[in-house]
């Protein structure tokens, strides 16, 4: 299968062209890989041929093709057709050789197919599988007719210089079996083993030969008028050689029906087969074609009337392309919003946490505030009451202080009192008055006689002696014989 | 589907190649300007926003420095541990102070002692033939020095000689109360020396 190149779908079976160019039998799913072709047979083809302008380009072409098929070819307007055409392209314009397949048989053509296949890449009439012989074997500076007879199928290609240029149906060997009430297979002997010479045939079989010979009279004769109405379109002078494209199809003295129409150098001959090809002759011709088909360079004129089309693998659609496109996009956004996403929620937990943080500080910092002030209260009472105690301590150490001193200051006093009543005594001097009123201070008025005036200054010696800090008098007076002096003493 | 895709495919194929080759561009630009516009516009204003509240906040978090109040609780809570000593040590002395103070009896002036007190006055001024003129008995409340307050004072008035009153005065100057005497006059125009003088009777008292 892998060195397969080409495969035809004839007669419900798939046969497969190889590299060598040997035919085999194969699967039906190699269809999947492979360039598939079958064969339309060419009586379910309306042909029509007409010029179109050589301006037109190859869609409008088509159109007008299409256009001229329903108009002129008689086509049912309520059928789909499938049309297609060849294109001869002369001086000013184009011969058109169209072709219309009513779709309702091309599908039930295709039908028995259809579920072992996925596509027909090409279905194709099998008059135009003789171009490639041109590139091989065949001379295509001739003009030659192919002859092609089989039970369901049969046909007179013309090609000029390698190129069809038409057909013209044939009866073929159910048709002739038909019209001459001999069997099939009788019809075939008939025509490879005796042809049309009338000494190969006995004399009870004359009948046959004159039935046969009648029934293809007719067809050369329609031939031949093609042919000919052909001549004036694509300007050929003469056809070189007919090959019947059947090795089990002789058909001895078949040039002299054309003779008889003034074609006398026409050459009858066999169209030459491959040694490769015995096993199938009638397909290997098929195939071939269908294999140079297939090639991307080839420039085989073909006609395709399938509806069973290869669907292009969906990453050949440019629509997928973009769907791809999109998608890959998308991705990319998915890819960048997730990421985004990630770093802002991230982003947000931190933030969620700094705030806990700062929240979680603040109230600490307010216990710690809260805490400070009320230590401080605490403290300032403590140093009130520290203030207090001391104060409190200061009085009461004082008053124990004190309560010695007072205690002395009575004996202060009474010292003070006693040293200046015995200093008084000393000097014999007497006291109008004494006040005394502290343990520090007295104030006395002395009295004494004129004679006696000194004894005031004496006794005011004698206590400064004493140790007293301040001793002064501010008079002496004398009145009636008595001196008088107030006295001020501090101790 | 496959109708569909051909039909698009169809359509796709009629446009000029230029106009297909954009769409590869159009297509991706679109689809990103949408989001662009749509979420990563608002996303990085967010994330901006976010990147300066989170500044702001490291800001705040940094300024909040509890080891400064910390180190100040701590050394009030030294402080209040240290004036919690020193008062219970002040509490002590004073405690101390005031038992000293207590076992003088110096907190007490009361009725009976000021009766002794009047009654040790007579007998002196009897005993050294005294003669009496005038004893006034004044309340008082008057501060003096430390808890010490002058709460009563002894006015008196007398005549005797001279050497009786100094005797006089002296008995009455007993030890075992606080007291002080003031504005002692001794006059001698007469035939006996007139004497005045105060007594102030003191009393410890802790009012403060």
Known sequence: ?491 | MRENLEKLELFLLSRQKNERILLYVVIPTVLLLFFYYFYISGALEEYQRNEQTMQKLTHKIAKINTKKIEQKIASTKKEILRLKTQNSELESAIMMLQTDIDSNNFSFLTQAQIAAYLETILQSSQKYNIDLKSLDIVNKNIKKYGLLRNVKSFNIDAEANFLNAVRFINSIETPTMILELNNLAIESNATKPHISFEINLFKVIDDE
């Open chain 1, 1 to 491: 299968m892998e060195n397969d190149t080409a495969l035809l779908l004839y007669h419900d079976k798939a046969y497969c062209l190889g590299e060598n160019e040997e035919i085999t039998l194969c699967d039906f799913s190699h269809s999947s890989s492979l360039f598939t072709a079958a064969l339309i047979p060419t009586k379910l083809l309306t042909p029509h041929a007409f010029t179109l302008p050589a301006s037109l380009d190859a869609d409008e072409l088509t159109i007008q093709t299409e256009i001229k098929m329903y108009n002129e070819a008689n086509l049912n307007p309520n059928e789909n057709y499938l049309i297609d055409y060849i294109a001869h392209k002369q001086e000013s314009n184009y011969i058109i050789e169209a072709f219309a397949a009513k779709e309702s048989d091309v599908e039930q053509l295709v039908e028995p197919y259809a579920k072992s296949v996925n596509a027909i890449d090409l279905l194709f009439p099998r008059f135009l599988i003789y171009q490639t012989l041109y590139e091989k074997s065949l001379d295509n500076e001739k003009n030659d007719i192919f002859l092609y007879i089989s039970h369901d199928e049969a046909y007179a290609a013309m090609y000029k210089k390698g190129r069809y240029i038409g057909h013209r149906l044939f009866d073929t060997i159910e048709d002739i079996s038909k019209k001459t009430g001999i069997e099939a297979v009788q019809v075939t002997e008939y025509l490879n083993n005796k042809g049309f010479v009338r000494e190969n045939y006995n004399a009870d079989e004359y009948h046959i030969l004159d039935a046969l010979q009648e029934i293809f009279m007719k067809s050369v004769e329609k031939l031949v008028y093609t042919l000919n109405s052909k001549r004036k379109v694509f300007a050929y002078s003469m056809i070189d050689t007919l090959y019947i494209d059947s090795p089990d199809m002789k058909l001895q003295g078949l040039e002299e029906f054309f003779q008889s129409f003034g074609y006398y150098d026409l050459r009858v001959e066999q169209l030459p087969f491959d040694e490769k090809a015995k096993k199938f002759p009638e397909i290997v011709n098929v195939l071939t074609y269908a294999k140079s088909v297939a090639e991307e360079d080839s420039n085989c004129e073909k006609l395709n009337f399938t509806t069973l089309e290869r669907k292009k693998p969906l990453l050949q659609y440019v629509s997928v392309h973009y769907i791809l496109l999109t998608l890959f996009t998308l991705l990319l956004i998915t890819a960048a919003y997730i990421y985004t996403d990630m770093k802002l929620n991230s982003q947000r937990e931190q933030l969620s946490a700094k705030k806990a943080l700062l929240s979680k500080k603040e109230q600490m910092l307010k216990r710690l505030k809260t805490k400070e002030k009320s230590l401080q209260k605490v403290r300032d009472k403590l140093k009130d009451k520290n203030k207090e105690l001391q104060k409190k301590k200061y009085v009461y150490a004082t008053t124990i202080e004190v309560i010695p001193k007072v205690r002395q200051n009575i004996q202060k006093r009474q010292k003070f009192l006693y040293e200046v009543v015995q200093t008084l005594a000393k000097y014999r001097l007497n006291t109008l008055y004494i006040d005394q009123n502290n343990s520090k201070q007295m104030e006395l008025k002395i009295v004494t006689e004129r004679f006696q005036r000194d004894a005031i200054s004496k006794f005011m010696q004698e206590l400064i002696k004493k140790g007293y800090k301040s001793v002064e008098t501010n008079s002496v007076k004398l009145d009636e014989n008595i001196y008088t002096s107030k006295i001020r003493i501090e101790k």
